[in-house]
């Protein structure tokens, strides 16, 4: 039985996906047999409130030009995508410009304290245009999507995941005719070493 156990506890915003958070707490427990790695799913905002409060000693999370004194670090960047109907588009499209969704509703992704924060994102990072309604979780969004009802955006990682044959992934295009990007980072207080063993671990699964 092992004793004197410490803990990593590790907050991660809940629309990034998970695979690669579970793969680096496997190896880094089987490294260091001593710490427990606690995997913590919030919001974008709630995030960052529990770094603050010292409730977790990592968050895993998208950059949206907050300077909050934190110490961070890139893991990696990733395409936006948008997740529209089957059948919307030819099947040889692969991306598609922003401004030719704006007709159509958006489904934000968010629980309804999570709401501001991700309608800022779209809206005022993302610039969409978009009239937009509130959705509880990507799997509720993709079903009224698969309905035929609008889109919703999410990252390649997490676009990954969906498994809905009914539904087409669509890499977005800013003004620029370029693939819009999600930067996930690293952010911590402490700059102790088992922090960064763990982004390093992180990383490297990305």
Known sequence: MRTNMEQLKIAYFNQLGRKELDQAKIKFEQIYPNIKVKLISTGHDQAFEKLASGDVDLVINDFRGEENGFIKKDLTEVGVMAIVPRGSYPSGIQMIDKSDLSNLTCFIVA???????????????????????????????????????????????AANLIKNDSLQCLFLLDEDGKIMRQTIMAYYVKDTSCNNKFVEMLKSEY
């Open 111 to 157: 629980k309804p304290e999570e709401e501001v924060a991700e309608l800022h994102l779209l809206k005022d990072i993302y610039t969409i245009k978009s009239p937009f309604i509130a959705s509880n979780s990507v799997e509720e969004a993709a079903l009224l999507v698969a309905s035929g009802s609008g889109y919703f955006l999410i990252n390649e990682i």
